[in-house]
T-cell receptor, first 112, second 114 residues
Framework: GENVEQHPSTLSVQEGDSAVIKCTYS??????FPWYKQELGKRPQLIID?????GEKKDQRIAVTLNKTAKHFSLHITETQPEDSAVYFC???????????FGKGTRLSVIA | SAVISQKPSRDICQRGTSLTIQCQVD?????MFWYRQQPGQSLTLIAT?????????ESGFVIDKFPISRPNLTFSTLTVSNMSPEDSSIYLC???????????FGSGTRLTVV
């Protein structure tokens, strides 16, 4: 089955700097890669996702890139703000109505 | 996207008892997924619940311990049975609203077993 590795496990950046979180997946049939943000005590919230027919997707300060050949995808957050501090999870799946497989998460701290 | 109401939001239970967690979705969905999230950890899939059939459990999770009901396309329950302190965790339900993307989560149930 699918296996998703996520790095780093913790990341501290200065406010205004960029943050990059990387994930690799094992199943070449996977075709959907979402990213979730989880603030303390709250549910995971979908912040951006990408399908395998697209190499990059942007939404304001966040972007996701996908390299299908290397089987890795990354989350990029620019101009970080203290409210970006949270745990971020990547995930992968290869067809709808199947469960997402999650990475272990990255705890991002943005230092003001 | 689908809106999920999950309850209870938290509970403190005595060991040996059972707790049933409910998830209600505002639209019909084929599959519902139940996850466990231990403190500081990622989400671990417990089982997949399809309406009209038995749930499919992941390795390490069994029906006797985590029975699941899925009576219709908008509702599911997860029961944590014969609880021990090791069951203390956050339990979340999740759905795929349709189209193969946009999975959403319930607000979670924080369970403490004493």
């Amino acid at each position: 089955g699918e296996n998703v590795e996520q790095h780093p496990s913790t990341l501290s950046v200065q406010e205004g700097d960029s943050a990059v979180i990387k994930c690799t997946y094992s199943d070449s049939a996977s075709n959907y890669f979402p990213w979730y943000k989880q603030e303390l005590g709250k549910r995971p919230q979908l912040i951006i996702d990408i399908r395998s027919n697209v190499g990059e997707k942007k939404d304001q300060r966040i972007a996701v890139t996908l390299n299908k050949t290397a089987k890795h995808f990354s989350l990029h957050i620019t101009e970080t703000q203290p409210e970006d501090s949270a745990v971020y999870f990547c995930a992968a799946l290869n067809s709808g109505n199947t469960p997402l497989v999650f990475g272990k998460g990255t705890r991002l701290s943005v230092i003001a | 996207s689908a809106v999920i109401s999950q309850k209870p939001s938290r509970d403190i239970c005595q060991r040996g008892t059972s707790l049933t967690i409910q998830c209600q979705v505002d639209s019909q969905v084929t599959m519902m997924f139940w996850y466990r999230q231990q403190p500081g950890q990622s989400l671990t899939l417990i089982a997949t619940a399809n309406q009209g059939s038995e749930a499919t459990y992941e390795s390490g999770f069994v029906i006797d311990k985590f029975p699941i009901s899925r009576p219709n396309l908008t509702f599911s329950t997860l029961t944590v049975s014969n609880m021990s302190p090791e069951d203390s965790s956050i339990y979340l339900c999740s759905v795929e609203p349709g189209g193969g993307y946009g999975y959403t989560f319930g607000s979670g149930t924080r369970l403490t077993v004493v």
